[in-house]
Each structure stands twice: as C-alpha cells, then as structure tokens.
C-alpha cells in the first residue's frame, strides 16, 4: 500500500527547454506535453481513487480495541504491604486476594472491604483452622485408655489376655491391681 503511493508520488519531470532551436516543431512538442499532462492527470486520478477506496475500507472495519500491554505480575511490594495492613499474611489468602482481584478486577484499596472476597477469606480460614483442629485428634480404633487401666479391668472382673491389653507393662500393672484387690478380700457393693 505505501509502495504503490511512494510509485505515484514520482515528481513530475520538467522539460529543459534550452537545447530547442529554430527547427524545432512546436506543435508536435506542445501535442507531447499535452499527452504527458493527460497522463499525469490520469494517474492523479487512480491515486485519488485508491486513497478513497482505502479510506473507506479502513472506515467501514470496527476499530480495533486499545491493546492491553501484558504485565507479567503487577503485585508489587506495595500491594503486599496494604494486604498485610489489612491483617492478610498467610501465602494462601494472599494467593487467594490475587486470584479474587484478576477475576473481578475490583482496585487493591477496595478488594479487602468487597463481600465477595470477605466470604471466601472467611471460608479459607475456617477450612484451615478446622484442618488445625483436628489434626490431632487420633481415633484409637475401639482401644480408649479407660481399657488399660486397671480399675476398667476390675470392674469386668477378669484379667485381660495379651490380645485385649498387647502392653506388658500395661497388662503388668493390672495383674498386680488384681493380686491387691484379691488380698484386701475384693470391693462388693452390696455389702
């Protein structure tokens, strides 16, 4: 397209009218500036129309939308600071006010006080403070510490096996609370 205007844009040659004499014929000279100036005028005229046909072409297509200059990270220090002002340290709600702002595209200052992202950093916290809670609550499978001790042992009125206590020192221990109990003469309750 820039070509074909640079090509029309060729300057129009003057003729060095020093070198005619006397013998000269004038009228074919002026019918040959004649044809040169229709000519110019011709290619004047394509040139004009190409620019129209081009301008109408770039008029009639949409226009093109600002193009967006791709950041690769825009969270600045800046950005982290106002979180952490705003009680937000721990690297998963940060993650979490990053993805919430990209999605929404709500501004830093305002993302902290928005109900969307107040929701789900509650929803965070309670996950991770339930996931804390119960890390160390351990089940025993059906073995409770009441089993162990001796008192359990003497209420059942039997010793336990090797399989019911696998302790030793555990099942020791309640052997010999039966050898006191049956030396004392045993605890009835009816008596």
Known sequence: MANEIDKVDEPLVE???????????????????????????????ERT?????????????????????????????????????????????????????????????????DDYF??????LRASKANAVATTEVRGSGGDTKAKNSPEYWLAQGRRPTKAEVPDRATRVAII???AKGSESGGTFYNE
Do not use: C, N, Y
């Open 15 to 45: 003729e060095d009218l020093t070198k005619l004499d006397d013998s000269t014929d004038w009228k074919a000279k002026a019918e040959e500036l004649e044809q040169k100036r229709r000519e110019d005028g011709i290619k004047q005229r």
């Open 49 to 113: 129309r190409s620019l129209k046909a081009q301008l109408e072409e770039l008029k009639s297509k949409p226009p093109e939308p600002p193009k967006k200059e791709d950041k690769p990270e825009d969270f600045s220090l800046l950005h982290k600071g106002f979180l952490r002002m705003a009680g937000i340290a721990d690297d998963e709600e940060v993650e979490l006010a990053k993805s919430i702002q990209k999605k929404t595209g709500v501004e830093w200052d305002k993302l902290v006080d």
């Open 118 to 123: 107040k929701t789900k950093l509650d929803g």
């Open 176 to 178: 010999q609370a039966f």
